[in-house]
């Protein structure tokens, strides 16, 4: 189950939700119900005017649903009541050869990765989108110096089109096994009760391949029941991408607090972010992302255990992995359209972030002047020299400038002005801002394929 707020019926995720109703998944089980029976036919498995008046009457609306709920509590099965109710729906002839020589599992696992092979596609376009939007923040703010931080702590000077670079090159590889996995995730198996083919015999392989080539679908090399890796490779795919997502929006949730108040969230008039505190303006973007992620990790390690069953097929698992698909893209959607949003008008605040960047009065920089002064001393003295100063202006509390300016080797070797350049952030940013439009240009040729 994905945790939503208010913001889940707001937001636009490009029909995710609908792929998931109870409407759809019947049409796709009819769907390939239908495909089924065309094979069938043309393998001269069955007769071709059974499979037309199959194919025809495969409408959901031809369904007796109440009827399917009223056997589904007598037969205490899940797919058994609609291929009852499917057989009633056709003339009693075509009806004989509904469901011929396929077991449930068969319909079930493949409709659902039509379907699912649908959601991947707006996931895909939602994450290109997610991706542009990135990669616009970043051009605009390729020269906007801010701390770069380690461990907690500033570390040297960076830009933040550079650190919304790292984002981008981390969300493209999400972006590519996305892509990539569609052949070996998104399947037709045919294979009956066992994978065999036991039902159908040697013209089982061409009537699976047919399928296939009817719905527009790779099929399994072996169509085995007790196979579950794919789904494990998309649920592990799904997390990875939560997981660039996540790593998005922590940064939001913790720069974004008074104490550091480099970015925030858009905000809307007429939001509220508490019931007693009127001021409150909560990153509630941020929050969401961050809560759907980490929930979506938990789902990877019951799967890898579900997969693990002994034998030909287990219920167990099927259920479980039906559940573990559904909640999956559940929870990845609601990431993804609160990222859209986010990316989309997440504001930086470049003056604060260069104010931040200069808290420490130039220390940031030792790197710098030291790497410096190792041009004309050696790296080992150098760093040496450096480290004496700044531990004694940390430590001591001094000022750090004041300590380099005082320095009899320093002056020695550099003017004031050579020193109080070396302090300054925005001249040790490295290559940030070619990486940065290197990034952009990148990210924007991917997208455009």
Request: proline letters at 3%; glycine letters at 6%; hydrophobic letters at 40%.
């Amino acid at each position: 189950m994905s945790l939503t707020d208010s913001l889940s019926t707001v937001l636009d995720d490009q029909g995710v939700q609908q792929l998931l109703s109870e409407k759809v998944k019947l049409q796709t089980w009819l769907d390939v119900e239908s495909a089924l029976a065309t094979a069938q036919a043309e393998n001269g498995l069955i007769p071709k005017k059974a499979a037309i008046q199959i194919k025809q009457h495969a409408k959901v609306e031809n369904l007796d649903l109440k009827k399917m709920a009223e056997i589904k509590r007598q037969v205490g099965h899940g797919f058994v009541p609609f291929v009852k109710v499917f057989v009633q729906a056709c003339d009693s002839e075509s009806g004989k050869y509904v469901h011929y020589g396929a077991t449930t599992q068969n319909i079930q696992q493949s409709s659902q990765n039509i379907i699912l092979k649908q959601i991947n596609h707006k996931f895909l376009a939602m994450t290109k989108t997610t991706l542009l939007n990135l990669a616009t923040l970043a051009e605009n703010n390729a020269t906007s110096v801010m701390a770069g931080r380690t461990h907690g702590k500033h570390a040297i000077p960076i830009t933040y089109g550079y650190k919304v670079s790292t984002w981008l090159s981390d969300m493209l590889m999400s972006l590519d096994r996305l892509e990539q996995l569609e052949p070996r995730v998104f399947t037709i198996m045919m294979g009956g009760a066992v994978g065999a083919f036991n039902s159908v015999g040697v013209i089982g392989p061409k009537i699976q391949a047919r399928v296939g080539e009817l719905l527009d679908m790779p099929v399994m090399m072996i169509p085995s029941r007790a196979i579950h890796t794919p789904q494990i490779e998309y649920i592990n795919a799904l997390a990875l991408l939560a997981n660039n997502c996540e790593t998005i929006a922590e940064e939001v949730f913790q720069t974004s607090i008074e104490e550091f108040g480099e970015v925030s969230e858009p905000f809307q008039k007429g939001t509220i972010g508490s019931s007693t505190m009127p001021h409150k303006i909560n990153p509630k973007l941020s929050k969401g992302i961050i809560a759907n992620a980490q929930k979506l990790y938990s789902l990877t390690q019951v799967g890898y255990y579900s997969s693990a069953r002994p034998f030909e097929a287990d219920s167990s698992s099927n259920m479980l992995f039906d559940g573990l698909l559904t909640e999956a893209v559940g929870l990845m959607r609601e990431i993804l359209i609160r990222m859209i949003a986010l990316t989309k008008s997440m504001q930086v605040h470049v003056s604060r972030l260069y104010t931040n960047a200069t808290i420490n009065h130039g220390i940031d920089n030792s790197e710098y002047v030291m790497m410096t002064l190792a041009a004309k001393i050696g790296k080992d003295r150098a760093h040496a020299v450096v480290y004496q100063m700044a531990i004694d202006a940390e430590v001591n509390h001094k000022s750090y400038q004041e300590i380099l300016l005082k320095n009899e080797l320093l002056r020695q070797l550099f003017s004031k002005d050579e020193i109080i350049n070396l302090l300054k952030p925005e001249n040790y940013t490295g290559l940030s801002k070619e990486i940065t439009l290197k990034t952009v240009k990148l990210v924007r040729q991917r997208c455009a394929k």
